[in-house]
């Protein structure tokens, strides 16, 4: 009898491919007791053989025709049919025609949806926005797995999602054990806010992160070093470099199948050494490989001699006689005429400044390579954990990029090296790289002062999961990321968007046909967001769960803080941190 009054009062009007039409006479009927029906509900429209489509309300209009009645027309957009056995599949229309009821989606209905993911593999940061009784799992395996797109306007509560996700995923655990689980999650903090929320986290910032100059590639140190002025000088000035550093790699390890790329130590000074001497040197007219060094001349029968002897020391030369018959005609070398004196000054303003001493301190080159990785991944012997914080908020803006792309790479290249080896372990060690703000070091476009860590990051992106390496892109411009990356992402958490460029690229790049859910993105709530992707059974608005402790990402209250007594400031403090001068900045905090 509920049947029959309920066939009466909706009826399927159409079912396209994209989308169902029904016809309610009265919506008070036709919901259900107890819950909400909106845009973004749930409906079920199903046929005589048990089988049936669930739909979501896209919109609805009032058709009111004279003599009759007035009727509601409901819209929704499909996302998938329950079969007759109650299995939920994604996509697809598969309803006898003609369908013979419409009604709402009831809430064990739908709850029974969403738990059709395993539950060994069920991992749970949100609910249903419009439902908020029923919990939306995903399953863990192949959300983590598959790379991870995190956006939303500023204020949209991208920080706050990400810390919710990453503080239950280091609380899951299978078994009864005691201590840490072995997640292992790097987050590249730009503005200092995960420090709050990760209070047992591996906190790398500026006065911690060390970086050895000699683990960069071949990309990262020019672009860290070479100037992109005239195309030809940045060319020569690479080469030479190129030669340089080669050799002093070759010379220090003893192996002489050592290339600029491999991640071994040289000395940079050194290299700044032989530099300087090759632009003040002065040669012999009538022998061209004789230098003449004050006091002791030398004749260098390869370049490999020349640069050995170089790199020992800087070196006093005889002055320039243009005559022959006087001091036996000395005369400027090959790079004594000014063309890398600019390069010289800049290696020695990077190596020599106090910005960059994360790079370039004696504390960091005396490192050996798996200390650099212990302390990247959080295996301190005093101090393990779950998540390492890389705080960038106090690394200079010119060498940002460096230092990701550095870093990407290194971490890269351990999943590379950890699976290519097959090292005996009881079980493997994935890693999660989460890339706060990435449209400030991996945009689009083909500049060359991005190109290391565009290559990294892209790479990760192409190639990470093979590896046990994943991405969590997280932008409020996503229009602005390179491509290459964005696209590679399978699951999305797309929260506010109000910019109309990031709305439509979103749009093009979700793996759904989502009209309704898709529309509302300039609309969304604090702390809602569209659930896409392979890891979730269907495409889902929901609300994410609460973080606790929270990132200081919060909005600063102006008002509140306007209406207090006037606050002096310690300038003299500030100014000392922000020029990297004075005391230690964990002594002050002290």
């Not at 159409?14 to 007791?33: E, H, Q, T």
């Not at 799992?137 to 956006?151: E, L, M, R, T, Y």
């Not at 070093?225 to 190129?242: D, F, K, T, V």
């Not at 390069?343 to 960091?364: A, D, N, S, T, Y």
């Amino acid at each position: 009898m509920a049947e029959e009054t309920n066939r009466l009062n909706a009826e399927v009007t159409a079912v396209y491919p994209n989308k169902v039409r029904i016809a309610v006479r009265d919506l008070s009927d036709f919901s259900v007791p107890g819950e909400k029906l909106s845009v973004g509900s749930y409906v079920r429209v199903s046929d005589h053989e048990n089988c049936a489509i669930i739909a979501v309300i896209e919109n609805y209009e009032i058709e009111q025709v004279e003599g009759e009645e007035r009727r509601y027309i409901i819209e929704a957009n499909p996302i998938g049919f329950l079969d007759s056995e109650g299995n939920f599949h994604r996509g697809g229309t598969n309803i006898a025609i003609p369908p013979i009821a419409a009604c709402p989606a009831k809430e064990d209905e739908i709850q029974k949806i969403y738990d059709q993911v395993e539950k060994r593999k069920r991992f749970c940061f949100a609910k249903l926005s419009q439902l908020e009784t029923i919990k939306v799992p995903v399953d863990g395996d192949s959300f983590f797995n598959k790379h991870i797109a995190i956006i939303g306007s500023t204020g949209s509560g991208k920080s706050c999602t990400l810390a919710s996700v990453i503080q239950k995923v280091v609380l899951e655990k299978d078994g009864g054990y005691k201590g840490l689980n072995n997640s292992h999650i790097i987050i590249f903090d730009l503005h200092g806010e995960y420090n709050t929320s990760f209070p047992a986290a591996n906190i790398v910032g500026a006065e911690t992160l060390r970086l050895p100059y000699w683990l960069m590639n071949e990309e990262e140190l020019e672009e860290l070093l070479i100037e992109r002025g005239g195309e030809g000088q940045a060319y020569n000035q690479a080469a030479l470099l190129r030669r340089i550093v080669t050799h002093n790699k070759i010379r220090k390890s003893g192996n002489p199948r050592v290339t600029f790329g491999s991640p071994v130590p040289f000395s940079m000074k050194e290299v700044l050494n032989c530099l300087i001497n090759l632009s003040g040197e002065t040669i012999n007219y009538e022998n061209e490989s004789e230098a003449c060094i004050k006091l002791k001349r030398m004749v260098f029968k390869t370049d490999e001699e020349q640069f050995d002897c170089y790199c020992e020391n800087i070196k006093e030369f005889e002055t320039v006689n243009s005559r022959r018959s006087n001091n036996e005609g000395v005369k400027k070398g090959t790079y004594n005429d000014g063309s890398i004196d600019k390069f010289i000054r800049r290696i020695k303003g990077k190596v020599e400044g106090e910005r960059l001493k994360f790079l370039f301190g004696e504390e960091g080159e005396k490192l050996s390579f798996e200390e650099v990785l212990r302390s990247l991944l959080a295996y301190n012997e005093k101090k393990e954990a779950n998540v390492t914080v890389i705080d960038l908020s106090g690394i200079p803006f010119e060498v940002l990029s460096i230092t990701v792309s550095l870093i990407s790479r290194l971490l890269f290249e351990y999943g590379y090296y950890f699976k290519r080896f097959k090292l005996k372990q009881k079980a493997e060690v994935p890693l999660l790289l989460v890339y706060e703000e990435a449209h400030k070091y991996v945009p689009k476009g083909t500049s060359g002062r991005y190109e290391a860590c565009r290559t990294a990051i892209e790479r990760i992106a192409k190639e990470g999961r093979k590896y046990g390496v994943t991405l969590v892109i997280m932008s409020q411009r996503p229009s602005e990321i390179s491509e290459t990356i964005f696209s590679q992402c399978n699951n999305f958490i797309a929260m506010r968007l109000t910019n109309p460029e990031d709305q439509n690229y979103v749009k093009r790049l979700l793996p759904d046909s989502l009209g309704p859910l898709t529309d509302s993105l300039p609309t969304l709530r604090q702390g809602d967001a569209l659930l896409i992707g392979e890891s979730v059974i269907m495409p889902s608005l929901v609300k994410i769960d609460r973080c606790n402790p929270e990132p200081s990402s919060k909005d600063m209250l102006y008002l509140q803080e306007w209406k207090k007594e006037w606050e002096k400031v310690d300038f003299a403090k500030l100014t000392g941190n922000w020029s990297r001068i004075g005391k230690n900045k964990e002594k002050e905090d002290a």
